[in-house]
């Protein structure tokens, strides 16, 4: 019985390995149901293999990535394993494979499809199917097969202008117009022209650089593809960064190579997503000056202004609120604004609010100005009018806008004003310890050792002095910490400490006395004499003239103007302004008290 088995075994063995180094039998298939169809219908595509006596690798198909035209609606992989067993002559033990990929395309142009052969890769050879052609007729709504959805300025044909040709894929930057004047627009697209099927998830585009432009981004929250004919080839076209440059200076300004890297999706099971990277070109713009004769502070744009005020009556001292609205097509943000000197009212700086939209390819929007007035002598104030002068780079000419005058009247007299930092009494001086003579007892008793040869008699005559020297010294720190809680700085703690306790209190008219009051005293201590009334140019004239640098001098200036605007200003002050007003005080005054250490 032990002798039947292995014979059974030594067979079973020696018809495995004569099928193992037999040649194994492959079908390579390629078939497309159906063969032809109407624009609007779908095409299933099989590629399948099927090998006897051999283990199947790879099968793909090349071509799927030659059509961006032919959308994959749905892909499936089949792989069924069968085993078959015999004992005939140079049978043995068999083993049956295969392995398909099945496709559901959409077609979106029509026209006829041609596909190379898919090949197939089995125990180390590859093995090919026949090729494959079927026709996408057309149907109702189909697009003329000559016609192209190309962004503008795109040839059909020949040398692209702003690309590097790929025959895969390439990066193209449009840009309209290519020769402007100074602060015009210019509308800056990019492209992504690709025959490869790309997962849109994995696209990661780089920025071209802008040097001399103010750039305004109009975000691109999907991509949306169009199909374009390029050089003859069918492209797939997507936008990857929309924007409006406005050009800074004149001369040839450079917008710099854009960049992309994206993953192609694989056609084979086996194989990994290919990374593509690309890079453009850069493109040049020429940027003209302004025409001459000309307003020297002429905006670029189309521009219409407005004016009002908040009320017209108000006491004297009070604040009232000039708001001057400018809005128009073009770059708001390079809008300025001066307002003409007004009789008997002081004008602190503006609070400037900017509102912009991007709207078919043109960006437009609102700049809002607002002064506060503050009327320093009753009587009937006027505002006179405001211009603004334009360049209308459409049609070439330069343009005026202009607010009416505007007026206001004040009433009662003007309260004096009452100055926000209390004088420092001087603490009164202590007088130093007076100790009279030192006097020693003794009394002579006989027998008995005298109190000037005992060990503490020496101990003893040393303690009054010391305890002299100890008086001494606690008068003169006294004096010093008097002295100390006297000087500027100790002053300039508690003007800040003052300020915190109403920022706690919400109280914000106090809190900005105590924040003026420190920056007052904080310069009144860098300059050596008192600014406190001082106008703003004025000040910031002293300023320079003492060393300040220009940064620290604005950021001054704008504080204490914010200051004053905070607590004149009708709609109130929120906890949290007032806490980062309090940080920004801080910051000003150690940079003062630094730049004192330098002198």
Not at 225 to 249: E, I, K, N
Not at 304 to 317: C, K, N, P, Q, V
Not at 540 to 548: I, N, P, T, V, W
Request: glycine share 8%; net charge neutral.
């Amino acid at each position: 019985m032990r002798l039947l088995l292995i014979a059974f075994a030594l067979i079973l063995q020696l018809g495995w390995t004569a099928s193992a180094w037999a040649e194994p039998e492959v079908t390579v298939t390629l078939d497309a149901t159906p063969s032809q169809v109407s624009f609007g219908g779908t095409v299933r595509l099989e590629v399948r293999v099927h090998a006897r006596g051999g283990r199947i690798q790879d099968l793909r198909l090349d071509d799927l990535n030659k059509y961006p035209e032919l959308e994959v609606i749905s892909h499936q992989t089949v792989r069924p394993m069968q085993f078959s067993f015999g004992f005939g002559s140079g049978s043995g033990v068999q083993v049956e494979s295969s392995l398909a990929n099945i496709y559901v395309l959409h077609p979106t142009r029509p026209g006829a499809y041609e596909f190379a052969p898919a090949i197939a890769k089995v125990g180390g050879k590859e093995y090919r199917s026949e090729p494959l052609r079927f026709v996408v007729g057309p149907g109702a709504g189909a697009p003329d097969v000559d016609a192209t959805d190309a962004p503008p300025d795109s040839p059909l044909d020949g040398e692209i202008s702003g690309a590097r040709y790929d025959e895969r894929a390439f990066l193209r930057t449009v840009v309209e117009p290519k020769e402007v004047y100074i602060g015009q627009q210019v509308d800056v697209t990019v492209y992504l022209y690709t025959r490869l099927r790309l997962s849109p998830q994995s696209v990661m585009p780089g920025k071209p650089s802008m040097d001399g432009f103010w750039v305004h981004d109009d975000p691109i929250n999907s991509l949306q593809a169009q199909t374009v004919s390029v050089m003859g080839a069918h492209y797939r076209a997507y936008v990857l960064q929309r924007s409006a440059a406005f050009p800074q200076r004149s001369g040839e300004l450079i917008i710099g190579p854009p960049k992309v890297t994206f993953d192609v999706g694989a056609m084979s099971l086996f194989d990994a997503p290919e990374r593509v990277e690309r890079t453009g070109v850069p493109v040049t713009v020429k940027v003209k000056p302004l025409p001459e004769p000309g307003p020297v502070d002429a905006v670029v744009g189309q521009y219409g202004i407005g004016a009002s005020l908040d009320r017209t009556t108000a006491r004297t001292g009070d604040a009232v609120t000039l708001r001057v609205d400018v809005g128009g097509v073009g770059n708001v943000q390079d809008v300025r604004l001066s307002l003409p000197p007004v009789a008997g009212v002081r004008t602190l700086q503006p609070v400037i609010r900017d509102q912009q939209q991007f709207d078919r390819g043109k960006l437009s929007g609102t700049r809002t100005f607002e002064w506060i007035l503050i009327s320093e002598s009753p009587g009937e104030h006027t505002v006179p009018a405001i211009e603004l002068h334009y360049f209308d780079p459409s049609t070439g000419q330069y343009g005026t806008a202009s607010t009416p005058t505007l007026t206001f009247t004040s009433t009662g007299a003007i309260a004096p004003a009452q100055s926000a930092i209390e004088p420092v009494r001087p603490p009164t001086a202590r007088s130093p310890a007076i100790f009279g003579p030192i006097r020693m007892y003794s009394a002579l008793t006989r027998g008995e050792t005298p109190v000037r040869d005992t060990a503490w008699y020496a101990l003893l005559l040393a303690f009054p002095p010391l305890l002299f020297l100890l008086s001494l010294l606690g008068t003169a720190l006294t004096r010093r910490s008097a002295r100390r809680g006297a000087t500027a700085t100790a002053i300039q703690h508690r003007l800040i400490d003052s300020a915190q306790s109403a920022l706690r209190a919400n109280d914000p008219r106090s809190f900005y006395d105590r924040i003026v009051a420190s920056l007052v005293h904080a310069l009144d201590s860098r300059l050596g004499e008192p600014v406190s009334g001082l106008p703003h140019t004025e000040l910031r004239r002293k300023l320079r003239a003492s060393g300040f640098d220009e940064d620290l001098e604005q950021r001054v200036i704008n504080e204490l103007e914010g200051a004053d605007f905070a607590r004149f200003s009708a709609s109130g002050v929120s906890e949290e302004e007032m806490d980062r007003c309090l940080q920004r005080t801080t910051a000003i005054i150690e940079r003062i008290q630094h730049s004192r250490r330098q002198d």
